[in-house]
């Protein structure tokens, strides 16, 4: 276990000389609010224990990020994946974990899930969840070049806490017009799909 404080930057980086560009560091992750964790742009997530990625702090400089087989990551509404730490982060709404990468793979029965009463912001070029993998939040806002989801396979916002969110309503009018929709469970909108 990696364990990232508060107010502290970790860097893991390739072997440049042995001309890898991809990490897949066996070990698991806990990033502190205000922490900080900076990867090569090609990671794979793969520790063992429950969650591999904890993450309440921030993940810098990875653009494309795969969650190996059965490894699960949990992010708190603090969580930030960035991949450009010179521009902004995509704007979200409070209690929103943002990832935003090039491309996200979730390997077979991995689980990508947010903590109660908190959505997840993803921005990606492509995002592929792969079977029995799973992608969980109260409220979830993805926009996607292209998505792949396996049979098997879930994107949910449909928490059992829903109906008791703080920052966000079944009936919330702060919602886009691209927010909730087709999913059919509470706090779908019924308007445009999940994919926008």
């Known amino acids: 276990m990696l364990h990232i404080l508060a107010n502290h930057t970790i860097t893991i980086r390739p072997d440049v000389n042995r001309d890898q560009t991809t990490i897949k560091p066996p070990v698991n992750f806990e990033v502190e609010e205000h922490g900080v964790l900076v990867l090569a742009t090609r990671a794979h997530i793969v520790g063992s224990g429950s969650p591999a990625l904890r993450l309440e702090g921030e993940v810098h400089n990875v653009q494309h990020l795969v969650l190996g087989q059965k490894a699960s990551a949990f992010f708190t509404a603090t969580g930030r994946i960035i991949a450009d730490t010179t521009s902004s982060p995509p704007a979200a709404p409070p209690q929103t974990a943002v990832v935003e ?6 390997e077979p029965g991995s ?3 947010f903590s109660k009463d908190t959505g997840a912001n993803i921005v990606t070029g492509s995002v592929r969840v792969k079977a029995g993998a799973k992608i969980s939040a109260d409220f979830l ?3 996607v070049g292209t998505a792949h989801t396996e049979p098997g396979s879930l994107l949910t ?12 309503t079944m009936y919330d009018d702060s919602l886009s017009a691209e927010d909730g ?7 779908g909108s019924g308007r445009v799909g999940l994919f926008h």
């Open 181 to 187: 929709g087709g999913h059919g469970s509470v706090g």
């Open 141 to 143: 806002s993805v926009q």
């Open 111 to 113: 689980t990508l899930t």
């Open 101 to 106: 990468l090039a491309s996200l793979v979730l």
């Open 157 to 168: 916002a449909s928490g059992t806490d829903r109906q008791t969110s703080k920052s966000h």
